[in-house]
């Protein structure tokens, strides 16, 4: 398999600001550390609840960002800024690039082999993409929840839960284990349903539950940011709307993007709504509106905008 | 990629409402033009059929309110669908008033029975104010369906006219005498050329929703309790 191949170009144009280095070096190394402390903090404080955190939400920031695949260009010149503690939907039909816009958010783009990215993305003016940057450890700040809840098939409850604490932390106490798991249910809404039931399967529960559970699992190793890939596409109205309420609360603590088909969705549980389209097929995908969610949904600018909202497809 | 037809419908279906809404203006002015026909000749008989026939623009509000209920239940219209119909509910709402007001009129009319009138220029003044108001509703209605903002709004300046020629119905009303008969009349003819000035006014509200549409922005052209 080839290895992935990241642009040079990439943030090439920050540098000549001074905290860029400072700022890499500080999503390179220290927040690991400094959040495991804070970790220990919270468990010997007995602060195990789900306290929320704000205002540690960071931003991200998005510019002339091109994808590719291989030969193919997949997404042009995006230039968008994600707000800190804000919903923000990613709304558009198939093949327009936002679910590879959204990969490229965590550097998970890459991991497809071909993959290319250009331009700049900045994580609370860190560029992510700089070198001596850690994928790993982009995405450990910048958390994936999938289309398909894929819980680890062989492990319990508990373990699905602990399972990015292991990788991260190595060895830490089963006490201060035990909070973090506690705290990731109840901040996905799903402790109350479980906590008979932790050395269970995590496939034993139903659809709507699973998604909870790897919203769980996703916020146990305290991301800042959660991006999420259709994540109730595969769930019925009632756990839709436990997704969306989750939501709704997880913003308090998260920068949260959302990619969605379903509409109705995006203007529920959004603040902010982003429309990509194609300007023909063949052609890259690009950004064409940005805007609070309810002018998209009530007074778009651009006419694609409106009628993609309003369900004129042609 | 063709409209899904289902989604056609749709489009459709609210193309064809608006156009339904909107006719219900032509009833208004039909309904005006008939009440003005009884001022002038005092014509009891043909104010009760527009009493009568005030069920019609009752059931156009009924019936197509209930059809933009539905697409609003099942199709979730968003954007200028969703302004569209929000605007059309209250235009309905505007037109079920001026039909109303037409039924107002068309009650008093019997009580100045067969005498000539008391004042031959009020009555002049009320059927101008009659046909500027007819203009205006014509012309509300074709500022919706051309969505043009700057017809709407010169329904404002129409609107003066009335305004003005009801106010001069008001001195000559004062000025009628002392006869109980006449000023009983004077009355009844004050309260037809307020209802004819509050037609008037609905079609105003009509143009204030054709600039919604078009701009998502509701203002009121003019704020009688802020006047500029």
């Known amino acids: 398999m080839e290895e992935k191949k990241v642009s040079a170009t990439v943030g090439s144009s920050e540098k000549k600001e001074g905290g860029t280095e400072h700022g890499s070096e500080s999503l390179a190394q220290t927040a690991h550390a400094s959040h495991l402390a804070h970790e220990a903090q919270m468990g010997s404080s007995g602060a195990t ?166 919203i769980a699992r996703a916020i146990a190793i305290e991301p800042e940011v959660l991006l999420m890939d259709e994540p109730c596409s595969a769930l019925d109205p009632v756990a839709t709307l436990a997704i969306e309420d989750l939501i709704g609360e997880l913003k308090s603590r998260y920068t949260i993007v959302i990619v969605t088909h379903n509409m109705q969705q995006a203007a529920r549980a959004s603040d902010l709504t982003a429309f990509f389209n194609l300007e023909e097929s063949g052609k890259p995908g690009r950004l064409v509106e940005v805007g609070e969610t309810e002018t998209i949904f009530t007074n778009p600018t651009e006419k694609a905008t409106e009628d993609y909202v309003s369900g004129r497809f042609g | ?77 968003v954007a200028t669908d969703l302004r569209l119909i929000a605007s059309l509910l209250h235009v309905l709402k505007n037109i079920e008033r001026m039909g109303d007001q037409c039924v107002n009129i068309c009650k008093v009319i019997p009580l100045s029975g067969n005498e000539p009138p008391a004042d031959e220029e009020m009555v002049k003044r009320i059927l101008t104010m009659g046909r500027q108001t007819r203009t205006l509703i014509s012309q509300a209605k074709r500022s919706f369906l051309e969505r043009d903002v700057e017809q709407a709004r010169d329904l404002v300046r129409q609107d003066d006219v009335v305004d003005n020629l009801n106010r001069e119905c008001f001195y000559l009303a004062l000025a009628i005498g002392d006869d109980a008969d006449r000023r009983e009349w004077a009355m009844t003819m004050l309260l037809t050329a307020r209802a004819i000035e509050r037609i008037a006014d609905n079609a105003v509200d009509i143009g204030e929703q054709v600039a919604f549409v078009v701009t998502g922005l509701f203002r009121e052209f003019e704020d009688a309790s802020h006047p500029a």
């Not at chain 1, 540690?56 to 997404?75: P, Q, S, W």
């Not at chain 2, 289902?6 to 339904?20: H, I, P």
């Not at chain 2, 059929?49 to 156009?60: H, K, N, T």
């Open chain 2, 1 to 77: 990629m063709p409209e899904t037809s289902a989604r056609a419908e749709y489009v459709e279906e609210l193309d064809r409402l608006e156009q339904s809404a909107l006719d219900g203006l032509d009833l208004v002015n039909a309904a005006l033009t008939r009440t003005l026909e009884a001022i002038e000749h005092q014509d009891i008989e043909l104010a009760q059929l527009v009493v009568a026939d005030d069920d019609r623009i009752d059931g156009r509000y009924l019936e197509v309110h209930q059809s933009l209920i539905t697409l609003l239940a099942t199709q979730s219209p």
């Open chain 1, 49 to 214: 609840t789900t306290a929320p955190s704000t205002g540690r939400a960071k931003t991200i920031e998005a510019r002339d960002v091109n994808l590719f695949y291989g030969d193919f260009h997949a997404v042009e010149n995006v230039s968008l800024t994600i707000k800190p503690n804000k919903v923000t939907a990613l709304i558009g039909s198939s093949g327009c690039g936002k679910t590879t816009f959204l990969r490229s958010l965590n550097r998970m783009h890459e991991l497809t082999p071909g993959a290319r990215v250009e331009g700049s993305i900045t994580l609370d003016g860190e560029d992510m993409y700089a070198g001596g940057v850690d994928p790993v450890r982009v995405r450990r700040l910048v958390g994936m929840v999938f289309q398909q809840p894929n819980p680890f098939p062989t492990m319990s409850i508990y373990d699905n839960v602990a399972s990015g604490l292991n990788l991260n932390a190595g060895k830490i106490k089963k006490s201060q284990k035990d909070e973090v798991v506690e705290r990731s249910l109840r901040g996905s809404n799903l402790w109350e349903e479980v906590k008979d039931r932790l050395d269970k399967p995590g496939l034993g529960l139903s659809g709507g539950q699973q998604q909870r559970l790897c």
